[in-house]
């Protein structure tokens, strides 16, 4: 399977432990984004890499939140000090450059207790 | 703020019928707008797009009309299949902002019954 994959997919912790997410991308995709998708909602845009530069960060990114991508191959996202707030879907995408055509992962969900 | 929006929370065809999904934007400088299908416990999936150069496009069953003046468009599922009971967003690409930040409605779960 050659598509954008992530772990875990579900992660159950209790308010204030720190969360790490991984995101596997299409391989001969250079641009990353990680959304965030709350019930009831549609995504909403976190943060964009393009390689290993991290270009653009949403407001909804507080400092809690921090996202890399060494060497420009998979990225993480930590969560530090998590909230209940911050249950939700986290979806990774990837895309060549030349399109804003997004192809998704199947999502981490964090539930925080 | 939303920027695009989806009214419908859930519509339900027969099979064989049209589908026709609406999305509203008010943004006025979105000028790509895509639809994504969602299965439960998957991520989303590209369907189709369409350019603000156009105002059809279509690809197999399915259609995405724009009517830019209205700051409409309209996903069309003919004929619809019980395999597209799932959930749809309607998402747009701001001209000035960065190549793939999208924005998303709150989707429409369209059940599609036998």
């Known amino acids: 399977d050659t598509g954008v994959s992530q772990n875990p997919r579900h992660k159950i912790t209790k308010r204030g432990q720190n969360v790490t997410f991984r995101c596997d991308p299409i391989s001969e995709h250079n641009r990353l984004y990680w959304y965030r998708q709350t019930l009831g909602q549609g995504p909403e845009f976190l943060t964009y890499f393009q390689n290993e530069a991290q270009l653009e960060k949403s407001r909804l990114l507080s400092d809690r939140f921090s996202a890399e991508r060494p060497k420009g191959s998979f990225s993480t996202l930590e969560i530090q000090r998590t909230e209940q707030g911050d249950s939700a879907m986290y979806l990774c995408?990837?895309?060549?450059?030349?399109?804003?055509?997004?192809?998704f992962g199947e999502g981490s969900r964090l539930t925080v207790l | 703020d939303q920027q695009v929006k989806q009214n419908s929370p859930s519509l339900s065809v027969q099979e064989g019928r049209i589908s026709i999904l609406n999305c509203d934007y008010t943004n006025s400088m979105f000028d790509y707008f895509l639809w994504y299908k969602k299965y439960p416990a998957e991520g989303p999936t590209f369907l189709i797009s369409?350019?603000?150069?156009?105002d059809k496009n279509e690809d197999g069953r399915f259609t995405v009309f724009l009517n830019k003046s209205a700051k409409h468009l309209s996903l069309h599922i003919v004929p619809s299949q019980p395999g597209d009971s799932a959930v749809y967003f309607c998402?747009?690409?701001?001209?000035?902002?960065?190549?793939?930040?999208?924005?998303f409605g709150r989707g429409t779960q369209l059940t599609v019954w036998p």
């Open positions: 998402a747009a690409q701001d001209r000035g902002s960065t190549l793939g930040r999208l924005y």
């Open positions: 995408a990837s895309t060549p450059a030349s399109t804003g055509e997004l192809f």
């Open positions: 369409i350019s603000s150069i156009k």
